[in-house]
C-alpha cells in the first residue's frame, strides 16, 4: 500500500495487493492462471474452512486463499509408484535390533507413497511399489558366518507437484510366513485380508529421492487405507462447510461428495450422495443451517444430517420446487430458510431440526406477483443477497425485464413482513461488514457505493 501525504493526513490510496500465486507469480490473466477467459464469473462459489477460503468456479483450478498467496486445494494427480530393493551390505545382525524383515525367516515387502500440502493434507495412495523379497536364513546369506539376519531397505520415492512440502511413505508388514500354531504357512497376507499399509516415515521436503528403512513392523504407524484418501473433486460447482465437513457439487451430476472430517480438501471415494432421483436436474445449492445441509435443484430439496463419527445420512424434503440462484439463499432470523424459486421467494420453516416440527413452504413473494413476473430468471446465477441486521431486512438483487445485470433489489423487512423496492443502480455483489458499523457495501460492473 502507498499513504498520501500531500494534505497533510496519512491515508491509503492503493489498498490493494496483488493475490499471488504459491510460486510467487501475480495472477495476470494468463493461461497458467485461468483457463477460460469466457466463463461467467458470476458462477464462483466460497466457503471457509479454519483460516482459509475456498474459491471454485468449475473452470480454473480449485484454490485456497490463506490472507497471502493462493494454491490449489488438495491434488489431482496419483504419486507413481515407488521402487524399493536391498543390498547385501546393508545387512545387519539380530543384535542390533533394527532392520526389516523377521529373523530367519523369508520376508516379502510392499510401499507407497503420498504427497502432503503445507496444510497437512494428503493426495490419494500410489500404486503399491513391486514386491521386494528377501531371506534372513543363515542358508540364504552364502559365504557369511551361520547367524540370523535382518536387512535395510532402499526405497526410491517420487517427487510430487507444485505445493508439495513432504512425502509420507507406507509399508505392508511382512507378507509371507503366516505363523498357524507350530506351522507356518507361507501366504501372501494381501490374500487373506487385503492391501494393508501403515504408516512408516515422512519425508520433510520435496527434493530427496531416495529413503532407507529399517525399522520392523512392530514400529510401523497406524493401518491407513487407500480408501480413506481422494482427490479434491473437479468441476466443483458449489461449496458448503457442515459439521467440519466440506461438502461439493459438481455441474455435471446430481451427486453430492463430502471429505474426511477435519480434512477438507481430501475426498475418499465412497463419500457421496447420489441424488439423481426423479428430479434430473442438477445441484443449484448447497446451504448449511441449524442440524441439517440442505441441498437445492431446480426441483428439489433435500436434507444431508448427521455427523462425521457416527456418518451422514440424507433425505428428500420436496420435489415440487427449488432454487434457481444459490446466492439468493439466506437463513433469516425468526423468518427461516428464504430462497429464490423459479415462480417466487419462498421461505423453509420448521424442516431444518430435529424437534418434530411439520414442515412448511411459504411464497414470501405473493404481495409482489407483479414485479416478479418481470425478472429476468434466465441471468438468476448473478443475483445476489445479504442480511442487512442494521435495518432487519433481507436484500435481494434481481435483473428486471429484458436486463442481464441485476440492477433491482427487493428489500423484505423481516421484523414488519413487508417488501420494499430500490431501483438505483446495477448491483453485482453485497457485503455486510462483520465489525461493530455494520456497513452494507453494493458493488456494480463498474463502481461501488
Not at 131 to 151: N, R
Request: glycine share 8%.
Amino acid at each position: 500500500s502507498k499513504a498520501n501525504t500531500t494534505s497533510g493526513q496519512l491515508s491509503v490510496t492503493e489498498p490493494r495487493s496483488s493475490m499471488m500465486f504459491i510460486d510467487a507469480e501475480a495472477f495476470d490473466g494468463t493461461a497458467k492462471t485461468r483457463a477460460c477467459q469466457g466463463e461467467d464469473v458470476a458462477k464462483t462459489s466460497f466457503a471457509v474452512f479454519g483460516s482459509n477460503l475456498y474459491i471454485v468456479n468449475t473452470v480454473d483450478l480449485p484454490l485456497v486463499f490463506d490472507g497471502r498467496k493462493c494454491s490449489r486445494a488438495g491434488f489431482n494427480t496419483q504419486p507413481s509408484a515407488p521402487f524399493a530393493s536391498t543390498n547385501t551390505k546393508t545387512e545387519i545382525q539380530k543384535t542390533s535390533f533394527v532392520g526389516v524383515g523377521y529373523e530367519d525367516s523369508d520376508n516379502a515387502y510392499q510401499y507407497i507413497v503420498t504427497f502432503l500440502n503445507e496444510r497437512g493434507q494428503e493426495s490419494r495412495m500410489s500404486r503399491a511399489s513391486s514386491t521386494i523379497s528377501f531371506d534372513t536364513t543363515a542358508t540364504g546369506l552364502s559365504g557369511q558366518v551361520a547367524a540370523t539376519y535382518k536387512q535395510f531397505v532402499i526405497v526410491d520415492i517420487p517427487t510430487g507437484p507444485l505445493g508439495t512440502v513432504a512425502r509420507r511413505i507406507y509399508r505392508s508388514q511382512n507378507m509371507v510366513n503366516f505363523i498357524q500354531g507350530t506351522n507356518v504357512v507361507t501366504l501372501p497376507k494381501d490374500t487373506l485380508l487385503g492391501k494393508e499399509f501403515y504408516f512408516l516415515d515422512e519425508v520433510q521436503d520435496n527434493v530427496c529421492k531416495t529413503f532407507i528403512d529399517g525399522l520392523s513392523d512392530l514400529d510401523l504407524g497406524a493401518l491407513s487405507l487407500p480408501q480413506d484418501f481422494g482427490d479434491f473433486p473437479s468441476n466443483v460447482a458449489h461449496l458448503a462447510v457442515y459439521k467440519n465437513t466440506l461438502f461439493v457439487a459438481d455441474d455435471q451430476t446430481s451427486e453430492v461428495r463430502y471429505s474426511r472430517a477435519l480434512f477438507p480438501e481430501m475426498f475418499p471415494p465412497d463419500n457421496v450422495f447420489n441424488l439423481s432421483d426423479n428430479q434430473t436436474n442438477l445441484i443449484t445449492g448447497l446451504y448449511p443451517t441449524r442440524d441439517s445441509l440442505v441441498v437445492f435443484k431446480q426441483r428439489g430439496i433435500y436434507l444431508i444430517k448427521g455427523n462425521p463419527a457416527q456418518g451422514f445420512f440424507g433425505q428428500t424434503l420436496s420435489t415440487d420446487m427449488g432454487c434457481i440462484s444459490p446466492q439468493s439463499i439466506r437463513d433469516v432470523p425468526g423468518v427461516g430458510l428464504v430462497f429464490l424459486s423459479s415462480d417466487g421467494v419462498y421461505v423453509l420453516d420448521g424442516t431444518l431440526t430435529n424437534t418434530g416440527q411439520q414442515t412448511r413452504s411459504i411464497k414470501l413473494s405473493q404481495g409482489i406477483g407483479d414485479l416478479f413476473a418481470r425478472v429476468n430468471i434466465e441471468f438468476a446465477h448473478k443475483f445476489r443477497s445479504v442480511l442487512y441486521h442494521k435495518d432487519r431486512e433481507y436484500w435481494l438483487s434481481v435483473a428486471i425485464d429484458d436486463k442481464t445485470t441485476p440492477d433491482t433489489i427487493l428489500k423484505f423487512s423481516y421484523e414488519v413482513g413487508a417488501w420494499s423496492v430500490y431501483t438505483s443502480l446495477e448491483v453485482s455483489g453485497m457485503i455486510e461488514v462483520q465489525d461493530h458499523r455494520g456497513y452494507l457495501i453494493l458493488a456494480g460492473a463498474s463502481q461501488s457505493v
